[in-house]
Nanobody
Framework: QVQLVESGGGLVQAGGSLRLSCAAS????????KAWFRQAPGKEREFVTTISWTGDNTYYADSVKGRFTISRDNAKNTVYLQMNSLKPEDTAVYYC????????????????WGQGTQVTVSS
């Protein structure tokens, strides 16, 4: 059974930092594109960032560029999202996604998803 499990969410004050992790099990995702999306209450799922399977290519939403960093450790089958200078508008459920072929920003193209982890940023 394929699973993506996110961790590291929580409550943080504006300006603070959090590091999310997404561990894969049941399948080797080392050759898969990985991505992070987020969804705030009443809003559509939003692209945050993505990383190619080699880690050589990354792409960020303008809203998080310069503040968030995606990275991956293929030996551990894990992808990370370092979030700095957090703002209240970053509050959302953050989802990890993976796909064997797609590298992009459209959440509908990703085949594998985690259950999400809540990030809440207080002002």
């Amino acid at each position: 059974q394929v699973q993506l499990v996110e961790s590291g969410g929580g409550l943080v004050q504006a300006g603070g930092s959090l590091r999310l992790s997404c561990a894969a099990s049941g399948r080797t995702f080392s050759s898969y594109t990985k991505a992070w999306f987020r969804q705030a209450p009443g809003k559509e799922r939003e692209f945050v960032t993505t990383i190619s399977w080699t880690g050589d290519n990354t792409y960020y939403a303008d809203s998080v560029k310069g503040r968030f960093t995606i990275s991956r450790d293929n030996a551990k089958n894990t992808v990370y999202l370092q979030m700095n200078s957090l703002k209240p508008e970053d509050t959302a459920v953050y989802y990890c996604a993976a796909d064997p072929a797609y590298y992009g920003t459209d959440w509908r193209e990703y085949h594998y998803w985690g259950q999400g982890t809540q990030v809440t940023v207080s002002s």
